[in-house]
């Protein structure tokens, strides 16, 4: 079955950095687009980044242009988000998820979901 393990979550002060990683089998991992979102508590999860299959295009949500970087390794069947510049408003649960081409920021499009990891930004 399709697993996706999240990973690099913890407690950071604001202006620190995070790598979350994102790791994943039961499926081919090249053939599939990947997301990042969060969640906040009381509050609905939503999109942070997309990359495609290739690595070739990345998108983002506005609040974290230019401070969060998605990547991956197709060899290593794993996603990464580098956050810099973290702020208190980052504070959630980080998720990744998997779907079939094209990579979109839709929450409900996404095929496969990870656990989450908790990242906590302290002011």
């Known amino acids: 079955q399709v697993q996706l393990v999240e990973s690099g979550g913890g407690l950071v002060q604001a202006g620190g950095s995070l790598r979350l990683s994102c790791a994943a089998s039961g499926l081919t991992f090249s053939g599939y687009a990947m997301g990042w979102f969060r969640q906040a508590p009381g509050k609905e999860r939503e999109f942070v980044a997309a990359i495609t299959r290739s690595g070739g295009s990345t998108f983002y949500v506005d609040s974290v242009k230019g401070r969060f970087t998605i990547s991956r390794d197709n060899a290593l069947n794993t996603v990464y988000l580098q956050m810099n510049s973290l702020k208190p408003e980052d504070t959630a649960v980080y998720y990744c998820?998997?779907?079939?081409?094209?990579?979109?920021?839709?929450?409900?499009?996404?095929?496969?979901w990870g656990q989450g990891t908790q990242v906590t930004v302290s002011s």
């Open positions: 998820a998997a779907k079939v081409p094209p990579a979109t920021k839709r929450v409900y499009e996404y095929n496969y």
